[in-house]
């Protein structure tokens, strides 16, 4: 049997704040086990678990590797306007005239992702 990915580990500088801010995101819940000060703090979600590690350095360049979100219950826009609401900044708009597209936005900490289109809107248009 081949490997499974256990977490989707992203470094930074307060791991329980940042875990908040997602846990929020993904309608997840954190660690029972997990508060503020610890080194390291976890997110579990329906669609994946977060772990979130301090480390020494800040970010400084592009992630090289990224979430991207797809709304199951809201349009991409509501999903944008409640996480920019949660803390998140918009870092590019990438959506287009005809509804594709998507937003870049970063968490607390300056790490990217993306908000694509949510599952209804995807069915509109027939790209589900």
Request: charged letters at 30%.
């Amino acid at each position: 049997m081949a490997s499974l990915i256990r977490h989707v580990t992203i470094d930074c500088a307060d791991p329980y704040a940042l875990a908040r801010f997602w846990a929020e995101a993904l309608d997840g819940a954190l660690g029972e086990d997990d508060n503020p000060g610890d080194p390291e703090a976890a997110v579990e979600s329906a669609g994946a678990t977060l772990l979130f590690i301090r480390v020494p350095d800040g970010k400084s360049v592009k992630n090289r590797v990224h979430l991207d979100l797809q709304p199951q219950d809201r349009s991409r826009e509501e999903e944008v306007e409640r996480l920019l609401a949660l803390g998140a900044t918009l870092l590019d708009d990438r959506r287009t005239p005809d509804g594709r597209g998507w937003a870049v936005l970063a968490d607390p900490e300056g790490n990217e992702f993306c908000v694509e289109r949510g599952h209804a809107e995807r069915i509109a248009t027939g790209d589900a």
